[in-house]
């Protein structure tokens, strides 16, 4: 299994920037990506990037792209999400992933991190 701990989010004014990090422990030597997710009140869970663990190139949801990004420290088995130029829109709970090898790809959560942005 993998554990996974968030944080890093807050309440920031429209334009603003944070930073969220998520530390891993538990059967990490088996991750295949680590991401992130969000959770708007009243919408769907949705994707916003993640990162091949062993290395390749990140992925965005063409909502954030150009303003989040996703990086990783291997050695801390943690990963970041930095994000600049925050709309309201963005205001969601925001929620660490992992995808483990084990026989198949299985997701694992964190206990997610509360962003609210200002307008």
């Known amino acids: 299994q993998v554990q996974l701990v968030e944080s890093g989010g807050g309440l920031v004014q429209a334009g603003g920037s944070l930073r969220l990090s998520c530390a891993a422990s538990?059967?990490?030597?088996?991750?295949?990506?680590m991401g992130w997710f969000r959770q708007a009140p009243g919408k769907e869970r949705e994707f916003v990037a993640h990162?091949?663990?062993?290395?390749?190139?990140?992925v965005y949801a063409t909502s954030v792209e150009g303003r989040f990004t996703i990086s990783r420290d291997n050695a801390k088995n943690t990963v970041y999400l930095q994000m600049n130029s925050l709309k309201p829109t963005d205001t969601a709970v925001y929620y660490c992933?992992?995808?483990?090898?084990?026989?198949?790809?299985?997701?694992?959560w964190g206990q997610g991190t509360q962003v609210t942005v200002s307008s």
């Open positions: 992933n992992a995808r483990v090898h084990l026989g198949s790809l299985v997701d694992y």
């Open positions: 990162i091949r663990w062993t290395g390749g190139n990140a």
């Open positions: 538990g059967r990490t030597f088996s991750m295949y990506t």
